[in-house]
């Protein structure tokens, strides 16, 4: 069962930051947060992941909240290209003990980018 | 092309007939993953390997479903008299190790009739 709460659909201007909210009230204190993306008709893309500090990469921004209740992944120039469903998934780090390891994904964010 | 492929992108199939599907792990990543997915969802997990040990398959979805990986590179799946409920992409990930990020195939889609 996914342990993580996304609206379900966004909009955002081409050009705009896109902020996608993720809540994940649960997590514990070795679980990281992980936001993947999907494009139509292709498979999952890696984004970015976290654990407590804010995160950045050439693709996003991951900040998450001092109680690491919540999330938001930022996009900072949304382009067209960047439309497609946005998962943000909990998952064991590499002090949580053994496990199937697989990622549990949710029904994620539809984010559609305008013109 | 370095990432992993997955063969055939389409299937169409007639109800109880075999298919399989294979995927081809990016180079030297020792962890394979199958997901299905279907329409609206994100995907669902099924199996995972590390090298050639399968480690979880309580999640397959019956025993029609059946997974290998015989010299821990590439790595089928196989369902056995598909029904119509078997319509799905079947995704394939792989990853460096436990807890590693996952990098994923562009999946097959299969029909089945």
């Known amino acids: 069962d996914a342990k993580t709460t996304q609206p379900p659909s966004m909009d955002c201007a081409e050009g705009r930051a896109a902020n996608l909210p993720c809540n994940h009230s649960?997590?514990?204190?070795?679980?990281?947060v992980y936001w993947y993306r999907q494009i139509h008709s292709q498979g999952p893309q890696y984004i970015i992941h976290g654990l407590k500090n804010n995160e950045t990469n050439e693709m996003a921004s991951l900040i998450i909240t001092e109680d690491r209740k919540s999330s938001t992944l930022i996009l900072p120039h949304a382009t067209l290209r960047d439309t497609a469903v946005y998962y943000c998934i909990v998952r064991g780090g590499l002090y949580s003990g053994g496990g199937a390891d697989g990622l549990t994904f949710g029904k994620g964010t539809h984010l559609i980018i305008q013109p | 092309d370095t990432g992993v492929s997955q063969n055939p992108r389409h299937k169409i199939t007639k109800r109880g007939q075999n298919v399989t599907f294979r995927c081809d792990p990016i180079s030297e990543h020792n962890r394979l993953y199958w997901y299905r997915q279907t329409l609206g969802q994100g995907p669902e997990f099924l199996t995972y390997?590390?090298?050639?040990?399968?480690?979880?398959k309580s999640r397959l979805l019956s025993d029609r479903f059946s997974a290998e990986r015989p010299k821990g590179s590439f790595s089928t799946l196989e369902i056995q008299r598909t029904e119509q409920g078997d319509s799905a992409m079947y995704l394939c990930a792989s990853s460096t190790g436990q807890w590693e990020k996952l990098f994923f195939g562009s999946g097959t889609q299969l029909s089945v009739l």
């Open positions: 649960t997590i514990s204190g070795n679980e990281y």
């Open positions: 390997f590390q090298n050639e040990a399968q480690l979880e």
